[in-house]
Protein backbone atom coordinates (compact mmCIF):
# COMPACT_ATOMS: atom_id res chain seq x y z
CA UNK A 1 0.00 0.00 0.00
CA UNK A 2 2.25 2.55 -1.59
CA UNK A 3 1.41 5.75 -3.98
CA UNK A 4 3.01 4.78 -6.56
CA UNK A 5 3.02 6.09 -10.24
CA UNK A 6 0.94 4.22 -12.78
CA UNK A 7 3.20 3.00 -15.93
CA UNK A 8 0.04 3.19 -18.29
CA UNK A 9 -1.47 7.15 -17.63
CA UNK A 10 1.83 8.55 -15.89
CA UNK A 11 -0.36 9.52 -12.68
CA UNK A 12 -0.06 8.52 -9.03
CA UNK A 13 -2.10 6.69 -7.37
CA UNK A 14 -4.11 7.08 -3.99
CA UNK A 15 -2.25 4.20 -2.62
CA UNK A 16 -5.68 2.13 -1.64
CA UNK A 17 -5.64 -1.42 -3.59
CA UNK A 18 -8.60 -3.45 -3.62
CA UNK A 19 -7.72 -6.73 -5.00
CA UNK A 20 -4.80 -6.10 -7.31
CA UNK A 21 -6.64 -3.19 -8.30
CA UNK A 22 -5.34 0.16 -7.56
CA UNK A 23 -6.73 3.98 -7.78
CA UNK A 24 -5.39 6.40 -9.60
CA UNK A 25 -5.36 9.95 -8.01
CA UNK A 26 -7.62 11.90 -10.29
CA UNK A 27 -8.56 15.36 -8.71
CA UNK A 28 -11.94 16.62 -9.72
CA UNK A 29 -11.02 19.38 -12.42
CA UNK A 30 -10.13 22.95 -11.92
CA UNK A 31 -13.37 24.15 -13.42
CA UNK A 32 -15.62 22.19 -11.20
CA UNK A 33 -13.88 24.01 -8.35
CA UNK A 34 -13.97 27.35 -9.86
CA UNK A 35 -17.72 26.94 -9.93
CA UNK A 36 -17.77 25.33 -7.07
CA UNK A 37 -16.22 28.58 -5.14
CA UNK A 38 -18.41 31.16 -7.74
CA UNK A 39 -21.68 29.95 -6.62
CA UNK A 40 -20.95 29.56 -2.85
CA UNK A 41 -19.75 33.16 -2.61
CA UNK A 42 -22.78 34.28 -4.45
CA UNK A 43 -24.87 32.67 -1.94
CA UNK A 44 -23.38 33.86 0.88
CA UNK A 45 -23.53 37.51 -0.91
CA UNK A 46 -27.64 36.95 -2.02
CA UNK A 47 -28.02 35.72 1.69
CA UNK A 48 -26.36 38.89 3.24
CA UNK A 49 -27.95 41.50 0.29
CA UNK A 50 -32.05 39.48 0.13
CA UNK A 51 -34.15 38.85 2.07
CA UNK A 52 -33.41 35.03 2.67
CA UNK A 53 -33.58 32.90 5.99
CA UNK A 54 -37.20 32.66 7.66
CA UNK A 55 -36.60 33.06 11.39
CA UNK A 56 -39.96 31.84 12.55
CA UNK A 57 -41.89 34.92 12.78
CA UNK A 58 -39.82 37.10 10.44
CA UNK A 59 -36.70 36.40 8.36
CA UNK A 60 -33.22 38.07 7.36
CA UNK A 61 -34.16 40.94 5.43
CA UNK A 62 -31.08 41.47 3.39
CA UNK A 63 -28.38 45.08 3.63
CA UNK A 64 -30.25 45.69 0.27
CA UNK A 65 -34.06 46.18 2.41
CA UNK A 66 -35.40 44.92 -1.19
CA UNK A 67 -39.43 43.90 -0.35
CA UNK A 68 -41.49 42.85 -3.55
CA UNK A 69 -44.41 43.89 -1.31
CA UNK A 70 -43.66 47.25 -1.62
CA UNK A 71 -43.16 46.37 -5.31
CA UNK A 72 -46.34 45.22 -5.81
CA UNK A 73 -48.02 48.10 -3.90
CA UNK A 74 -45.88 51.23 -5.57
CA UNK A 75 -47.11 48.93 -9.11
CA UNK A 76 -50.71 49.39 -8.08
CA UNK A 77 -50.55 52.77 -7.08
CA UNK A 78 -49.04 54.17 -10.17
CA UNK A 79 -51.65 52.15 -12.08
CA UNK A 80 -53.93 53.85 -10.27
CA UNK A 81 -52.37 57.22 -10.36
CA UNK A 82 -52.33 56.80 -14.66
CA UNK A 83 -56.14 55.20 -14.95
CA UNK A 84 -57.21 58.26 -12.34
CA UNK A 85 -55.34 60.82 -14.91
CA UNK A 86 -57.24 58.98 -18.10
CA UNK A 87 -60.68 59.29 -16.51
CA UNK A 88 -60.11 62.44 -15.22
CA UNK A 89 -59.47 63.19 -18.63
CA UNK A 90 -62.65 61.51 -20.29
CA UNK A 91 -64.83 63.48 -17.37
CA UNK A 92 -63.71 66.64 -18.51
CA UNK A 93 -61.48 67.32 -21.79
CA UNK A 94 -63.53 68.63 -24.68
CA UNK A 95 -64.39 65.97 -27.57
CA UNK A 96 -62.29 67.35 -29.43
CA UNK A 97 -59.23 67.60 -27.64
CA UNK A 98 -60.00 63.56 -26.78
CA UNK A 99 -60.31 63.04 -30.30
CA UNK A 100 -56.95 64.55 -30.93
CA UNK A 101 -54.91 62.37 -28.20
CA UNK A 102 -53.84 58.86 -30.00
CA UNK A 103 -53.49 57.48 -26.87
CA UNK A 104 -56.91 58.35 -24.99
CA UNK A 105 -58.45 57.52 -28.07
CA UNK A 106 -56.39 53.70 -27.73
CA UNK A 107 -57.68 53.71 -24.44
CA UNK A 108 -61.30 54.36 -25.48
CA UNK A 109 -60.98 51.72 -28.21
CA UNK A 110 -60.45 49.51 -25.77
CA UNK A 111 -62.48 50.58 -22.51
CA UNK A 112 -65.38 51.15 -24.49
CA UNK A 113 -65.59 48.10 -26.54
CA UNK A 114 -65.91 46.07 -22.79
CA UNK A 115 -68.42 49.00 -21.66
CA UNK A 116 -70.32 48.37 -24.67
CA UNK A 117 -70.22 44.78 -24.69
CA UNK A 118 -71.58 45.16 -20.80
CA UNK A 119 -74.05 47.44 -21.27
CA UNK A 120 -75.50 47.88 -24.65
CA UNK A 121 -74.86 45.09 -27.03
CA UNK A 122 -77.19 42.94 -25.50
CA UNK A 123 -80.03 45.78 -27.25
CA UNK A 124 -77.83 47.03 -29.98
CA UNK A 125 -75.84 43.77 -31.27
CA UNK A 126 -72.21 43.04 -30.30
CA UNK A 127 -70.58 45.19 -33.12
CA UNK A 128 -73.90 48.23 -32.67
CA UNK A 129 -75.41 46.76 -35.96
CA UNK A 130 -78.66 46.69 -33.96
CA UNK A 131 -81.44 44.52 -35.02
CA UNK A 132 -85.34 44.22 -35.29
CA UNK A 133 -86.72 47.17 -32.59
CA UNK A 134 -83.23 48.73 -31.92
CA UNK A 135 -81.16 50.78 -34.07
CA UNK A 136 -78.02 50.55 -35.69
CA UNK A 137 -75.37 53.01 -34.95
CA UNK A 138 -73.46 52.45 -37.40
CA UNK A 139 -75.17 53.32 -40.49
CA UNK A 140 -78.04 55.51 -41.51
CA UNK A 141 -79.23 58.91 -40.45
CA UNK A 142 -78.80 59.19 -36.84
CA UNK A 143 -82.35 59.73 -34.71
CA UNK A 144 -80.84 62.40 -32.32
CA UNK A 145 -76.85 63.21 -34.17
CA UNK A 146 -74.43 61.48 -34.50
CA UNK A 147 -71.58 64.33 -32.36
CA UNK A 148 -70.70 62.97 -29.54
CA UNK A 149 -71.93 65.89 -27.11
CA UNK A 150 -74.80 64.66 -28.91
CA UNK A 151 -74.74 60.76 -28.36
CA UNK A 152 -73.94 61.86 -24.35
CA UNK A 153 -76.59 63.27 -23.86
CA UNK A 154 -79.06 60.89 -25.65
CA UNK A 155 -77.21 58.76 -22.76
CA UNK A 156 -77.84 60.88 -20.07
CA UNK A 157 -81.00 61.22 -20.76
CA UNK A 158 -82.40 58.06 -22.44
CA UNK A 159 -85.78 57.98 -24.92
CA UNK A 160 -88.62 57.45 -23.77
CA UNK A 161 -86.83 56.12 -20.47
CA UNK A 162 -88.13 57.48 -16.92
CA UNK A 163 -85.77 60.50 -16.79
CA UNK A 164 -87.62 63.70 -16.34
CA UNK A 165 -85.56 64.70 -19.43
CA UNK A 166 -85.67 62.08 -21.78
CA UNK A 167 -86.02 62.50 -25.12
CA UNK A 168 -89.42 61.60 -26.63
CA UNK A 169 -89.89 59.74 -29.63
CA UNK A 170 -93.33 59.10 -30.44
CA UNK A 171 -94.97 57.16 -33.56
CA UNK A 172 -98.72 57.67 -33.42
CA UNK A 173 -101.00 54.25 -33.64
CA UNK A 174 -102.52 56.01 -37.21
CA UNK A 175 -104.67 52.65 -37.80
CA UNK A 176 -105.76 51.74 -34.16
CA UNK A 177 -106.49 55.19 -33.07
CA UNK A 178 -108.70 55.79 -35.90
CA UNK A 179 -106.50 58.81 -37.70
CA UNK A 180 -106.02 56.96 -41.06
CA UNK A 181 -108.07 54.33 -43.03
CA UNK A 182 -106.69 51.03 -43.79
CA UNK A 183 -106.62 52.10 -47.31
CA UNK A 184 -104.67 55.26 -46.72
CA UNK A 185 -102.29 53.57 -44.78
CA UNK A 186 -101.45 51.65 -47.82
CA UNK A 187 -101.26 54.18 -49.59
CA UNK A 188 -99.34 56.14 -46.97
CA UNK A 189 -97.17 52.95 -47.18
CA UNK A 190 -96.78 52.62 -50.82
CA UNK A 191 -95.39 56.27 -51.14
CA UNK A 192 -92.22 55.13 -48.57
CA UNK A 193 -91.87 52.40 -50.96
CA UNK A 194 -91.09 55.31 -53.49
CA UNK A 195 -89.12 57.16 -51.80
CA UNK A 196 -86.71 54.02 -51.19
CA UNK A 197 -87.51 53.52 -54.57
CA UNK A 198 -87.92 55.92 -56.79
CA UNK A 199 -89.22 53.40 -59.41
CA UNK A 200 -92.22 52.63 -57.26
CA UNK A 201 -92.62 56.63 -56.92
CA UNK A 202 -95.02 56.69 -59.89
CA UNK A 203 -97.43 54.13 -58.70
CA UNK A 204 -101.36 55.73 -58.29
CA UNK A 205 -101.17 54.70 -54.57
CA UNK A 206 -97.89 56.16 -54.25
CA UNK A 207 -99.02 59.27 -55.36
CA UNK A 208 -101.88 58.74 -53.70
CA UNK A 209 -99.71 58.41 -50.75
CA UNK A 210 -97.99 61.55 -50.73
CA UNK A 211 -100.36 64.20 -49.53
CA UNK A 212 -101.75 61.54 -46.84
CA UNK A 213 -97.82 61.74 -45.87
CA UNK A 214 -97.63 66.12 -46.53
CA UNK A 215 -100.85 66.09 -44.08
CA UNK A 216 -99.72 63.47 -41.46
CA UNK A 217 -96.25 62.52 -41.32
CA UNK A 218 -94.08 65.27 -43.04
CA UNK A 219 -94.52 67.57 -39.37
CA UNK A 220 -92.34 65.13 -37.69
CA UNK A 221 -90.51 63.30 -40.40
CA UNK A 222 -89.75 65.75 -42.62
CA UNK A 223 -91.08 67.12 -46.37
CA UNK A 224 -88.77 64.84 -47.71
CA UNK A 225 -89.08 61.84 -45.27
CA UNK A 226 -85.51 62.24 -44.26
CA UNK A 227 -86.60 62.12 -40.62
CA UNK A 228 -85.95 64.78 -37.76
CA UNK A 229 -83.43 65.31 -34.63
CA UNK A 230 -86.73 67.56 -32.97
CA UNK A 231 -88.86 64.47 -32.94
CA UNK A 232 -86.55 61.37 -33.06
CA UNK A 233 -88.64 60.71 -36.59
CA UNK A 234 -86.42 58.67 -38.36
CA UNK A 235 -84.99 58.83 -42.14
CA UNK A 236 -87.52 56.76 -43.94
CA UNK A 237 -85.40 57.20 -47.12
CA UNK A 238 -82.44 55.81 -46.01
CA UNK A 239 -81.51 51.93 -46.02
CA UNK A 240 -81.18 51.62 -42.69
CA UNK A 241 -84.89 50.65 -40.32
CA UNK A 242 -85.68 50.52 -37.04
CA UNK A 243 -88.83 47.79 -37.21
CA UNK A 244 -87.52 46.52 -40.42
CA UNK A 245 -88.82 47.36 -44.74
CA UNK A 246 -90.77 44.85 -45.28
CA UNK A 247 -94.38 45.54 -45.89
CA UNK A 248 -96.26 44.24 -43.15
CA UNK A 249 -93.60 45.52 -40.48
CA UNK A 250 -94.35 49.29 -42.20
CA UNK A 251 -97.93 48.51 -41.85
CA UNK A 252 -97.72 47.47 -38.67
CA UNK A 253 -95.72 50.79 -37.35
CA UNK A 254 -98.34 53.47 -38.93
CA UNK A 255 -101.30 51.32 -37.77
CA UNK A 256 -99.99 50.58 -34.04
CA UNK A 257 -97.49 52.90 -33.51
CA UNK A 258 -93.83 53.14 -31.90
CA UNK A 259 -92.24 53.90 -29.07
CA UNK A 260 -88.79 52.33 -29.10
CA UNK A 261 -87.11 52.48 -25.13
CA UNK A 262 -83.64 53.52 -24.47
CA UNK A 263 -82.71 53.44 -20.82
CA UNK A 264 -81.05 56.44 -19.64
CA UNK A 265 -77.77 55.62 -18.32
CA UNK A 266 -77.20 58.41 -16.04
CA UNK A 267 -77.79 56.72 -12.71
CA UNK A 268 -75.89 53.79 -13.92
CA UNK A 269 -72.68 54.76 -15.55
CA UNK A 270 -70.48 57.37 -14.62
CA UNK A 271 -69.99 60.60 -16.57
CA UNK A 272 -66.50 59.36 -17.78
CA UNK A 273 -68.28 56.32 -18.99
CA UNK A 274 -70.97 58.24 -20.75
CA UNK A 275 -68.22 60.71 -22.21
CA UNK A 276 -66.28 57.89 -23.17
CA UNK A 277 -69.11 55.46 -24.97
CA UNK A 278 -70.38 58.45 -26.83
CA UNK A 279 -66.84 59.09 -28.17
CA UNK A 280 -66.94 54.76 -28.85
CA UNK A 281 -70.32 55.13 -30.82
CA UNK A 282 -69.02 58.03 -32.91
CA UNK A 283 -66.13 55.89 -33.73
CA UNK A 284 -68.08 53.07 -34.75
CA UNK A 285 -69.85 55.42 -37.35
CA UNK A 286 -66.51 56.90 -38.30
CA UNK A 287 -65.39 53.57 -39.31
CA UNK A 288 -67.98 52.33 -41.01
CA UNK A 289 -66.86 52.49 -45.05
CA UNK A 290 -68.80 55.21 -46.94
CA UNK A 291 -70.30 56.99 -44.10
CA UNK A 292 -68.12 59.39 -42.94
CA UNK A 293 -70.24 62.00 -43.62
CA UNK A 294 -72.76 60.77 -41.14
CA UNK A 295 -72.52 63.42 -38.89
CA UNK A 296 -71.83 65.99 -41.83
CA UNK A 297 -75.29 64.76 -43.07
CA UNK A 298 -77.01 64.66 -40.11
CA UNK A 299 -76.24 69.06 -39.21
CA UNK A 300 -77.41 69.50 -42.54
CA UNK A 301 -80.96 68.77 -41.57
C1 LIG B 1 -82.85 47.94 -23.39
C2 LIG B 1 -82.32 48.09 -24.70
C3 LIG B 1 -81.21 49.12 -24.91
C4 LIG B 1 -80.00 49.21 -24.26
C5 LIG B 1 -79.48 48.33 -23.15
C6 LIG B 1 -79.29 50.28 -24.88
N1 LIG B 1 -80.06 50.86 -25.85
FE1 LIG B 1 -79.52 52.41 -27.00
N2 LIG B 1 -81.37 52.42 -27.86
C7 LIG B 1 -82.35 51.48 -27.62
C8 LIG B 1 -83.50 51.78 -28.44
C9 LIG B 1 -84.80 50.98 -28.51
C10 LIG B 1 -83.18 52.95 -29.16
C11 LIG B 1 -84.06 53.66 -30.17
C12 LIG B 1 -85.21 54.34 -29.53
C13 LIG B 1 -86.21 54.73 -30.57
O1 LIG B 1 -86.61 53.86 -31.33
O2 LIG B 1 -86.60 55.91 -30.61
C14 LIG B 1 -81.83 53.31 -28.76
C15 LIG B 1 -81.15 54.42 -29.25
C16 LIG B 1 -79.83 54.69 -28.98
C17 LIG B 1 -79.10 55.81 -29.52
C18 LIG B 1 -79.66 56.88 -30.45
C19 LIG B 1 -79.26 56.52 -31.84
C20 LIG B 1 -79.45 57.65 -32.80
O3 LIG B 1 -79.48 57.35 -33.99
O4 LIG B 1 -79.55 58.82 -32.38
C21 LIG B 1 -77.81 55.71 -29.06
C22 LIG B 1 -76.65 56.65 -29.37
C23 LIG B 1 -77.76 54.56 -28.22
N3 LIG B 1 -79.00 53.96 -28.19
C24 LIG B 1 -76.62 54.14 -27.57
C25 LIG B 1 -76.62 53.16 -26.59
C26 LIG B 1 -75.49 52.87 -25.76
C27 LIG B 1 -74.12 53.49 -25.88
C28 LIG B 1 -75.90 51.92 -24.88
C29 LIG B 1 -75.11 51.31 -23.74
C30 LIG B 1 -74.71 52.23 -22.71
C31 LIG B 1 -77.28 51.61 -25.19
N4 LIG B 1 -77.68 52.38 -26.23
C32 LIG B 1 -78.02 50.67 -24.52
C33 LIG B 1 -82.29 50.43 -26.75
C34 LIG B 1 -81.23 50.17 -25.90
C1 LIG C 1 -95.55 62.84 -33.85
C2 LIG C 1 -94.47 62.60 -34.75
C3 LIG C 1 -94.68 61.56 -35.84
C4 LIG C 1 -95.67 61.54 -36.80
C5 LIG C 1 -96.79 62.53 -37.03
C6 LIG C 1 -95.36 60.39 -37.62
N1 LIG C 1 -94.27 59.73 -37.15
FE1 LIG C 1 -93.49 58.01 -37.89
N2 LIG C 1 -92.18 57.97 -36.39
C7 LIG C 1 -92.04 58.92 -35.43
C8 LIG C 1 -91.05 58.53 -34.50
C9 LIG C 1 -90.57 59.31 -33.28
C10 LIG C 1 -90.61 57.26 -34.92
C11 LIG C 1 -89.55 56.38 -34.20
C12 LIG C 1 -90.28 55.63 -33.13
C13 LIG C 1 -89.35 54.86 -32.27
O1 LIG C 1 -88.64 54.01 -32.78
O2 LIG C 1 -89.31 55.12 -31.06
C14 LIG C 1 -91.32 56.95 -36.12
C15 LIG C 1 -91.16 55.81 -36.85
C16 LIG C 1 -91.74 55.55 -38.06
C17 LIG C 1 -91.46 54.41 -38.89
C18 LIG C 1 -90.47 53.29 -38.58
C19 LIG C 1 -89.15 53.59 -39.24
C20 LIG C 1 -88.13 52.49 -39.05
O3 LIG C 1 -86.93 52.80 -39.22
O4 LIG C 1 -88.49 51.35 -38.77
C21 LIG C 1 -92.26 54.53 -39.99
C22 LIG C 1 -92.33 53.59 -41.16
C23 LIG C 1 -93.04 55.74 -39.85
N3 LIG C 1 -92.66 56.33 -38.64
C24 LIG C 1 -93.92 56.21 -40.75
C25 LIG C 1 -94.77 57.27 -40.50
C26 LIG C 1 -95.86 57.65 -41.37
C27 LIG C 1 -96.19 56.98 -42.65
C28 LIG C 1 -96.47 58.69 -40.78
C29 LIG C 1 -97.69 59.42 -41.26
C30 LIG C 1 -98.87 58.63 -41.49
C31 LIG C 1 -95.77 58.99 -39.57
N4 LIG C 1 -94.75 58.12 -39.44
C32 LIG C 1 -96.10 60.04 -38.73
C33 LIG C 1 -92.74 60.11 -35.32
C34 LIG C 1 -93.83 60.42 -36.07
Keep these: MAIERDPVTGRLTTGHEWNGIKELDTPVPRPVYFFLVVTTLFCIGYWLLMPAWPLGTTFTRGLLGADERAHVTAAVAEAARD ?10 ADFAAIQADPRLMAIMRETGRTLFGDNCAMCHGRDGAGGPGFPSLRRGTPLWGAAPEE ?5 RVGINSTHPESRVAQMPAFGRDGILKRAEIEAVAAYLRGLADPRLA ?6 AGAELFAGNCAACHGA ?4 SRETGAPDLADETWI ?16 QGQMPSWEARLALWER ?10 RAQEPGSAQGSAQGSTR
Design 83 to 92: RAGWTARFER
Design 151 to 155: IAETL
Design 202 to 207: AAPDAV
Design 224 to 227: DGRG
Design 243 to 258: YGDGAQAVFNTIWNGR
Design 275 to 284: RLLALYVADL
